[in-house]
T-cell receptor, first 114, second 111 residues
Framework: DGGITQSPKYLFRKEGQNVTLSCEQN?????MYWYRQDPGQGLRLIYY???????QKGDIAEGYSVSREKKESFPLTVTSAQKNPTAFYLC?????????????FGSGTRLTVV | AQSVAQPEDQVNVAEGNPLTVKCTYS??????LFWYVQYPNRGLQFLLK??????LVKGSYGFEAEFNKSQTSFHLKKPSALVSDSALYFC?????????FGSGTRLQVQP
């Protein structure tokens, strides 16, 4: 089955530590996205990539970094500069940058600072 | 810039009754509008979309939505609610860069 796989499902980060969230898709989609979900705030766009080797900042990119070296993969690194990283992180993809078909979402990673 | 508003944090309805989850949007040009549903600790699942054409859009699980251009609304509806419909619902609109989502509405269907 085609889809998006996010791992791990749960992640714990210590203060000052960088962590990387994995996102892999086998849908042959060009565009991929990272969103952050906090209670009562909906989804906020962190980064997006419309094509391999290119990515753009979203609304809340500070303290995060991404790479897009392969079409299938769009990992998100939460750096120590992100002061409040506890949240649910969602990865999504679309066929291209004009998402008339909407997005396919992964199951999410819940990140907690300990 | 595009935006979406979901004015109700929570909607409560009895099983078997009709349900409506409200969404209004603001966007320049013609909007592409979507509804997604989220179950606990899961990603979002696509329900339906409006791109162009008929104002009444039918989607998954018996849901439908009515596009109203004059009121800039895209309300989600279902004629008869099920307990299993209880979840978090998001309205979204296509923006210049990516989909912009509303804050979500929690639907609680009581048996």
């Amino acid at each position: 089955d085609g889809g998006i796989t996010q791992s791990p499902k749960y992640l714990f980060r210590k203060e000052g530590q960088n962590v990387t969230l994995s996102c892999e898709q086998n849908l042959n989609h060009d565009a991929m996205y990272w969103y952050r979900q906090d209670p009562g705030q909906g989804l906020r766009l962190i980064y997006y990539s419309q094509i391999v080797n290119d990515f753009q900042k979203g609304d809340i990119a500070e303290g995060y970094s991404v790479s897009r070296e392969k079409k299938e993969s769009f990992p998100l690194t939460v750096t120590s500069a992100q002061k409040n990283p506890t949240a649910f992180y969602l990865c999504a993809s679309s066929i291209d940058s004009r998402p008339t078909d909407g997005y396919t979402f992964g199951s999410g990673t819940r990140l907690t600072v300990v | 810039a595009q935006s979406v508003a979901q004015p109700e944090d929570q909607v409560n309805v009895a099983e078997g009754n009709p349900l409506t989850v409200k969404c209004t949007y603001s966007v320049s040009g013609n909007p592409y509008l979507f509804w997604y549903v989220q179950y606990p600790n899961r990603g979002l699942q696509f329900l339906l979309k409006y791109i162009t054409g008929d104002n009444l859009v039918k989607g998954s699980y018996g849901f439908e939505a009515e596009f109203n251009k004059s009121q800039t609304s895209f309300h989600l509806k279902k004629p008869s609610a099920l307990v299993s419909d209880s979840a978090l619902y998001f309205c979204a609109v296509t923006g210049r860069r990516a989909l912009t989502f509303g804050s979500g509405t929690r639907l609680q269907v009581q048996p």
